[in-house]
C-alpha cells in the first residue's frame, strides 16, 4: 500500500505542477504581496494564524471534520505547497505523505518547519505503559510545548518578512500570554484534584499533556492505534478499573464515536466526556470561531470533573 501510496503521489505531483506553471501572474502577483503560509494539520494553522494576524495568508491543508490520520494530499493542496513561503508540518505517522511531496517540488525557497524537531520527543506507551516503537507525535497537546512551537513559527515568520515584524512580534507575545494562561488554569486544577488518574475509552494522544501535570492515565488504545475494536480483555479491565477506584468520568475522543466510552459508562455509571486532542476541529466549531485555546479550555473543565 505505502509503494501505491507514493505512486500515485508522484503522478498527483506532476500534475500539481503542469497546473503550478499554469498559474495566472494575476495569482502569483497577489501571492508576493503577502507572506503565504501552509499548514498541514489544525494547531499550526490556528498558531500560525495567531501570530501573523491580517499581515499573511494562512492556509490549512486539513479540512474541518477530516480525520487526520486519513488525510491524502489533492493536487491542489501540493500546489499550495509549491507556491506557498513557509509550509508548517507535524511530522510522524499521519505526516508520512509530506517527505515524497517536499522531494517533488521545484521552488526550493520554501522555508520548512518539522514541527516534531523542535520539543523533546517521548515514546508513545501501550494501554499496559510500556514503551512503543515510535515517537508520540502528538506534540501540540502539551500546552508547554504549544509555546515552544508558537516561538518557532513566530522567530520564521519575522525572518521571512521583516517589514511586519513588530506586529507579528507583538501579536506572538500576546498569544504566549493567553497560553501561559491556559496553562495556569490546568495547573490550578491539578493543583486541587482528588484523583490522579483519568480514563480514556478510546486512542490516547495526550502522552504529553498528562506528563506536563504529573497525570496517570488508563486507555484503550495508544495515541496513533489504527484499532477501533478493544478486546474482552481491555474493555473488561476498564471497566473494573472504574468500577474499583470510583472514576467518575470516562472520556472519547473529538471525531470518534465513542461507543467504547459509552460502553465503560453505561457499566459502571460514569459520566461520558469528550476531551480532545485539537489535532482537527469540526466544521460547525470552524465556523463559529473555535480555536486551540478555546477547544483546550473546554479540556480544562473535562478535567476538572474528572478529577474530582
Known amino acids: 500500500m505505502k509503494k501505491i501510496f507514493s505512486f500515485l503521489l508522484v503522478i498527483i505531483s506532476i500534475c500539481s505542477l503542469l497546473l503550478y506553471g499554469c498559474s495566472s501572474n ?24 495567531n501570530i501573523v494576524g491580517d499581515k499573511a495568508d494562512v492556509k490549512l491543508l486539513l479540512s474541518p471534520g477530516n480525520e487526520p490520520h486519513h488525510y491524502e494530499p489533492s493536487p491542489s493542496d501540493i500546489v499550495a505547497i509549491e507556491e506557498c513561503d513557509i509550509f508548517i508540518y507535524n511530522g510522524g505517522e499521519s505526516d508520512e505523505w509530506v517527505e515524497n511531496v517536499l522531494d517533488s517540488l521545484e521552488n526550493k525557497n520554501i522555508t520548512v518547519l518539522k514541527m516534531t524537531d523542535y520539543v523533546s520527543l517521548l515514546n508513545e506507551k501501550n494501554p499496559d505503559h510500556t514503551d512503543g516503537d515510535e515517537a508520540d507525535e502528538h506534540i501540540w497537546t502539551s500546552v508547554r510545548n504549544a509555546e515552544q512551537l508558537v516561538k518557532k513559527i513566530s522567530d520564521v515568520v519575522m525572518e521571512k518578512d521583516n517589514k511586519n515584524k513588530s506586529e507579528y512580534e507583538n501579536n506572538t507575545n500576546q498569544y504566549l ?28 494522544p495526550f502522552l504529553y499533556f498528562m506528563t506536563d501535570y504529573g497525570l496517570n492515565y488508563e486507555c484503550a488504545f495508544p495515541g496513533c492505534s489504527s484499532e ?8 473488561t479491565r476498564l471497566i473494573d478499573y472504574v468500577r474499583d477506584n470510583n472514576i467518575p468520568v470516562v472520556f472519547h475522543l473529538e471525531m470518534s464515536n465513542g461507543k467504547i466510552a459509552q460502553l465503560i459508562g453505561d457499566d459502571t455509571g460514569a459520566e461520558i466526556l469528550q476531551f480532545s486532542s485539537c489535532h482537527n476541529i469540526t466544521k460547525d466549531e470552524f465556523n463559529n470561531g473555535e ?10 473543565s473535562a478535567l476538572k470533573e474528572a478529577l474530582s
Open 26 to 49: 494575476e495569482q502569483n502577483s497577489r501571492q508576493s504581496e503577502k507572506l503565504s503560509i501552509v499548514t498541514s494539520i489544525f494547531p499550526y494553522y490556528d498558531f500560525a494564524r
Open 177 to 204: 500570554l493567553s497560553l501561559d494562561e491556559l496553562d495556569k488554569e490546568f495547573t490550578d486544577v491539578v493543583n486541587n484534584k482528588k484523583r490522579d488518574t483519568v480514563v480514556f475509552g478510546d486512542r490516547f
Open 291 to 300: 480555536d486551540y485555546i478555546s477547544v483546550m479550555k473546554q479540556n480544562c
Open 228 to 235: 477501533t475494536e478493544p478486546s474482552l480483555e481491555v474493555v
